[in-house]
């Protein structure tokens, strides 16, 4: 379990990605440049300066970054990726986000190192397309997403043995028994599955099967309670 | 009282909707390029034209069918003369010449002046007969007069009359008499040469019994044939003095030839960019449903990309490397102003019809908020989504009337709660939304046709498909009801939310259009 969010970069994206994970987090530190020019809403967080050169000596006493997750967004790429680098030679296992401006910044990023790279421009143009195209599709996907109604989306582990009986996904009918919809199943090497794919259908539910499920509250709460524990109810 | 008979007479004409209407469409018919059945009009036109000419020619040496004589003769030419009055007719308006004259006069206190109106109309409409292509329409009709044989080559004016229905030859003309100027000084330059060469070719070589020049006429001929580098050789100087003159006319030949070709080239080059305007702006206006799209910085590049798969989409951008950029990345574009009213003039769309939604995708909230506002000027109900790229200016863009913001500092805020949150459903979702993965969430509107067959949701029949249907959103009460119960009635324009292989997402909505009986 991740505990803290480490920031590198004192912008309008550092802002937002604040807003959104401080409830996520008990810490959340930015680090800024010396050369950064002062931002009062940033400063209602933990500031911390650093510098490119660093050789994370100080970063490692300070912050247990087992339990960290961090997030480089500095506005230029070329820094930006040589700060994920950096991080990724001192740290092996630290889980670092990047943000990209394109497809070859967030090659040359995952290349850096980053687990989990957020190209801008690809995603902006993405929804500005969605959003025209399919209007009633992206608002249902962003009031589930973004929590925008009491419709979640939550993932839920198969622990109970004989709940299904060697069932396929596809057999059982989800959303009339249990009032939520199985999008897709993640098998054990970590690919996931749209239910009704081949690859589901030949895959009987087994113990250790990641659901992805969309749902009421109440309602995942009481699949979870079905197929989560160690007993089927 | 025939005075007030007359002005009581224009202003019923100008007041009574069936003459304006039936005015307006002769009007859009003959004249207006962007009436859509005008091309039909201007087809059957040329193809009786082109009907004439074969006859002319098989009449040269051959008996041609009494019939088809009746039909060049006159029924060809009655349509003529119908099509020259009609043109004569929209060519101004008599009613409005009269009601201004009677106005003018009332306003300063006098009786209505006749005698003016009267001058006034012959005038315009004398204007419009003595155009040259007025002239030409007359001529055409001349053959109907098939008595006079003579007359009967007048049918190839009805050849000059190709020039008013095919635009391609407008344009050449147009294109041209922009070198009007260089045209007229070649034209001189040509003529004193034609002129002193036949002149001395004719004193060189007409009392010479051995030369084939004897008559000032063959000195023209030859001159004209010599200095237009043709050169039959069916007449050559024999004299040493002529065959001088011709190596100047030759000489000088080489000259007019070369600066007429260079003349229509260089014009022809100069307004390339204007011709493919105005052919790009004719694409446009036959389009029946587009986006626009203002500014191609490099989010508007990837949108435009993604849009242009089911969609039309034109381009705006008034600095040229990127409209260069976008013409090369294969779409329409207009180096035109999208902050400018005169842009949208010029693009002759009809704002409420034919645009779907305008896109203010600069990277810049200035240019973004001026666009805003002058699309928002010119139209209030057209959709307009702007990108925001510094939230202080939100309401600013709000004030300008733009109907959706995107903030992409916000997105990538809120990507990253959800991909720590819940990086399996991040995943998931975000697959389903990737144009590389089969499945798709796509939505189905619900129509007339698919009620009469699909009145509940139990009677769907996605789960044979492959399908998760997600929810129904319904249109009238603006709600998504998800998972929703089989029992659910189905309306017009509710649309379904469905989750599965494109394929069969097609195959499920082609079965739903399709009847059951």
């Given amino acids: ?233 | 009282m025939i005075r007030s008979l007359i002005i009581d007479w224009a202003y019923f004409l100008s007041t009574s909707h069936n003459y304006q209407a039936t005015k307006r469409f002769f009007y859009n018919l003959l004249e207006n390029d962007k009436y859509r059945f005008k091309k039909y009009f201007d087809i059957l036109m040329i193809t009786l034209i082109m009907i004439s000419v074969v006859i002319l020619i098989r009449e040269v040496k051959s008996h041609v069918n009494d019939f088809l004589l009746f039909f060049n003769n006159f029924v060809i030419s009655i349509i003529f003369l119908i099509e020259y009055l009609l043109r004569l007719w929209v060519s101004g308006s008599v009613t409005e010449i009269i009601i201004k004259q009677n106005d003018y006069d009332t306003m300063l206190g006098q009786d209505f002046n006749l005698f003016k109106a009267t001058r006034k109309v012959l005038r315009a409409k004398l204007s419009y007969i003595s155009s040259p292509r007025a002239i030409i329409d007359l001529l055409a009709i001349i053959p109907f007069f098939h008595q006079l044989r003579l007359l009967r080559i007048f049918i190839l004016f009805r050849v000059f009359k190709l020039f008013r229905y095919a635009r391609s030859f407008q344009t050449f003309s147009s294109v041209l008499s922009t070198k009007k100027f260089e045209f007229l000084t070649l034209g001189m330059f040509a003529s004193i040469v034609i002129f002193v060469s036949s002149v001395l070719i004719y004193v060189m070589e007409a009392n010479n019994p051995d030369s084939p020049i004897d008559t000032l006429y063959e000195a023209v001929y030859w001159s004209i044939v010599t200095i237009s580098t043709v050169g039959y050789g069916d007449m050559t100087p024999v004299t040493d003095e002529g065959r001088l003159v011709a190596m100047v006319v030759i000489t000088a030949g080489i000259a007019v030839l070369a600066f007429t070709t260079s003349l229509v080239v260089s014009a022809f080059t100069e307004k390339l960019d204007e011709i493919k305007e105005t052919k790009s702006i004719d694409d446009i206006r036959k389009l029946k449903k587009f986006y626009i799209v203002c500014g191609y910085d490099n989010i508007a590049r990837e949108v435009v990309k993604k849009l242009s798969i089911k969609n039309d989409i034109i381009i705006l951008d008034e600095d040229s490397t990127r409209a260069g950029i976008a013409h090369k990345d294969g779409y329409k574009v207009l180096n035109y102003n999208p902050g400018s009213v005169e842009s949208y003039k010029k693009l002759h769309v009809d704002m409420q019809t034919q645009v779907k939604a305008i896109l203010c995708l600069r990277e810049s909230d200035v240019a973004n908020v001026y666009t805003s506002l002058t699309v928002r000027s010119i139209n209030k109900d057209v959709y307009i989504l702007s990108l925001l790229m510094n939230d202080i200016n939100r309401k600013k863009l709000l004030f300008a009337g733009v109907n959706e913001i995107l903030y992409p500092k916000e997105l990538v805020g809120l990507i990253a709660k959800e991909f720590v949150g819940k990086p399996v459903a991040f995943e998931a979702i975000h697959g389903l939304r990737s144009e590389y993965s089969n499945i798709n969430i796509e939505e189905i509107v619900i129509t007339e046709r698919m009620l009469s067959n699909f009145a509940l949701v139990s009677e769907l029949n996605n789960i044979k498909y492959r399908l998760v249907l997600l929810g129904v959103y319904k249109n009238n009460i603006k709600r998504f009801y998800f998972n929703p119960i089989d029992s659910t009635i189905l309306e017009q324009g509710d649309y379904l939310v469905l989750i599965g292989n494109s394929v069969f997402i097609q195959e499920f909505e082609k079965y739903l259009h399709k009847s059951r009986k």
């Fill in chain 1, 1 to 233: 379990m991740k505990v803290s969010a480490l920031i590198f970069g004192y912008n309008d994206y550092t802002l937002q990605i604040a807003k959104n994970v401080v409830h996520k987090y008990q810490n959340i530190t930015i680090f800024k440049l010396e050369t950064d020019p002062l931002r009062g809403e940033l400063e209602e967080y933990d500031v911390e300066l650093f510098d490119l050169s660093d050789e994370w000596t100080s970063l490692e006493q300070k912050h247990d970054l087992e339990k960290s997750i961090v997030f480089c967004v500095l506005e230029d790429i070329a820094e930006n990726i040589f700060l994920t680098i950096s991080l990724r030679a001192s740290f092996e296992n630290l889980t670092i986000i990047g943000l990209s401006n394109n497809k070859e910044s967030a090659n040359k990023l995952l290349m850096a190192g980053a687990n989990k790279v957020i190209p801008i421009v690809q995603t902006t143009a993405s929804i500005i397309a969605e959003m025209l195209d399919k209007p009633i599709v992206t608002d249902v996907l962003h009031s589930i997403l973004y929590e925008k109604s009491d419709l979640k989306i939550a993932q839920i582990e198969v622990n109970a043995h004989d709940c299904f009986d060697g069932k396929y996904p596809a057999d059982i009918e989800w959303s009339r028994d249990h009032g939520i919809i199985v999008v897709s199943v993640m098998h054990a090497d970590g690919s996931s599955e749209f239910i009704y794919s081949s690859k589901s259908q030949h895959h009987p539910i087994e113990k250790g099967d990641v659901f992805v499920v969309v749902g009421y509250e109440n309602d995942i709460k009481n699949f979870e309670k079905l197929i989560g524990g160690e007993k089927c109810l």
